[in-house]
């Protein structure tokens, strides 16, 4: 069972956030299979402490905490403007440099257009990589396809069940070589 940390970073709140739904959708995916999965959304971090770097506050220390226990992690974020969002970039920001040394990390993007569908190749995996993570196959989503009913709950539409369903398989294989490594 691996500790696995699903950073979201999206600006909008986690009630209306999509990339917020579409990372717990899969959070819960991954705890049915006996992972324990944890939240942290950037957007919950102090303002203030996030655009001075301030990694001795309090609440931002606990999350750069999280992030180094974590066996592995989901990195989430909306496209704004062709590339992940500058809320993600505050946090990441503040990381040490090999944060995610070794770690495999499920990079997923949400968006409106398919012409963005590379963004998660040419600016989130390039970020994550450059922090020692084991980048795992991402996946980019759009917005339309995760559907939020009037309660409230989350449909994903089928056509977009059944692509991530191999890109989470593909991650769960490599949680599990993490541990079969980490016991080694
Ligand atoms: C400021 C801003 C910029 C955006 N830029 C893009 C973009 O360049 N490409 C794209 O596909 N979608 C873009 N979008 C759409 C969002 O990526 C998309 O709706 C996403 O699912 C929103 O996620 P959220 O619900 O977590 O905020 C943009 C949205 C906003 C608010």
Known sequence: MAFLLAVTGSASAPGTSRTARLVHDLGRQLAAHGHDV???????????ALLSADARDPDVARAVDLVARADALIVASPVYKAAYSGVL?????????????????????????????????????????????????????LDRHIVVDTDGAVTLTPETREALAPVVDRFRDALGAGARLAAA
């Not at 939240?39 to 971090?45: C, F, K, Q, S, T």
């Not at 990079?107 to 993570?133: F, I, M, N, Q, W």
């Open 38 to 48: 944890h939240h942290l959304d950037v957007r919950d971090l102090p303002a203030e």
């Open 89 to 141: 970039k505050t946090f990441l920001d503040l990381l040490p440099q090999y944060a995610l040394h070794g770690k495999p990390v499920l990079p997923l993007a949400t968006g409106g257009s398919p012409a963005h569908v590379l963004a998660v190749d040419y600016a989130l995996r390039p970020v994550l990589t450059s922090l020692g993570a084991d980048v795992a196959q991402g996946w980019f989503v």
